[in-house]
T-cell receptor, first 118, second 115 residues
Framework: AQKVTQAQTEISVVEKEDVTLDCVYETRDTTYYLFWYKQPPSGELVFLIRRNSFDEQNEISGRYSWNFQKSTSSFNFTITASQVVDSAVYFCALSGGGYGGATNKLIFGTGTLLAVQP | EAGVAQSPRYKIIEKRQSVAFWCNPISGHATLYWYQQILGQGPKLLIQFQNNGVVDDSQLPKDRFSAERLKGVDSTLKIQPAKLEDSAVYLC?????????????FGPGTRLTVL
């Protein structure tokens, strides 16, 4: 069965601090995709990044970076120099390839509430 | 490009009443999803449509929940009769296809409170 674990329920940091959100996943699929979504107080889920299981290259986008390690089944998300606008709930999610019977539905973790204090 | 539209944004009903939610996906997106997000949890898929056919409804409580997408565009999700535990945010999402690599775009959600 597929599962996503976000052990950090809440994190509070002061503006300009760096913060890492952890994500650990379980799957038996050989092809799968990992996602991060942001859910601000307005409630709408905003897509941040997608990674496929064959691409372990780390990615950086501005202040955001992602570290994908298949050996530890982790897909961690780091925000550098955090800002108040980063305050939100962040969800890690997993989907199968949708091939050969593997499900392609998104399995979400329970989310991490990030509070950035000014 | 217009995003996923949902209505109403908020709904308060008494238990045992019925309620319906509406979703209009992004133009050209063949796949539509309904998720239930209970407070403090991640979204959980209720049903997935590919055009007007159901792909996955394994987690839909079919004794009280129903959904349709008759013309392969708009969709409605209905609860009849509602229970207290149905209080949640109902999110609609759409994507171009069904492959797992497809990014899902989410609407603002409908917050349902059952009293």
């Amino acid at each position: 069965a597929q599962k996503v674990t976000q052990a950090q329920t809440e994190i509070s940091v002061v503006e300009k601090e760096d913060v890492t959100l952890d994500c650990v996943y379980e799957t038996r699929d050989t092809t799968y995709y990992l996602f991060w979504y942001k859910q601000p107080p307005s409630g709408e889920l905003v897509f941040l990044i997608r990674r496929n299981s064959f691409d372990e290259q780390n990615e950086i986008s501005g202040r955001y970076s992602w570290n994908f390690q298949k050996s530890t089944s982790s897909f961690n998300f780091t925000i550098t120099a955090s800002q108040v606008v980063d305050s939100a709930v962040y969800f890690c999610a997993l989907s199968g390839g949708g091939y050969g019977g593997a499900t392609n539905k998104l399995i979400f973790g329970t989310g991490t509430l990030l509070a950035v204090q000014p | 490009e217009a995003g996923v539209a949902q209505s109403p944004r908020y709904k308060i009903i008494e238990k045992r009443q019925s309620v319906a939610f509406w979703c209009n996906p992004i133009s050209g997106h063949a796949t539509l999803y309904w998720y239930q997000q209970i407070l403090g949890q991640g979204p959980k898929l209720l049903i997935q449509f590919q055009n007007n056919g159901v792909v996955d409804d394994s987690q839909l409580p079919k004794d009280r929940f129903s959904a349709e997408r008759l013309k392969g565009v708009d969709s409605t999700l209905k609860i009849q009769p509602a229970k207290l535990e149905d209080s949640a945010v109902y999110l609609c999402a759409s994507s171009r296809g069904t492959g797992g690599y497809n990014e899902q775009f989410f609407g603002p959600g409908t917050r349902l409170t059952v009293l």
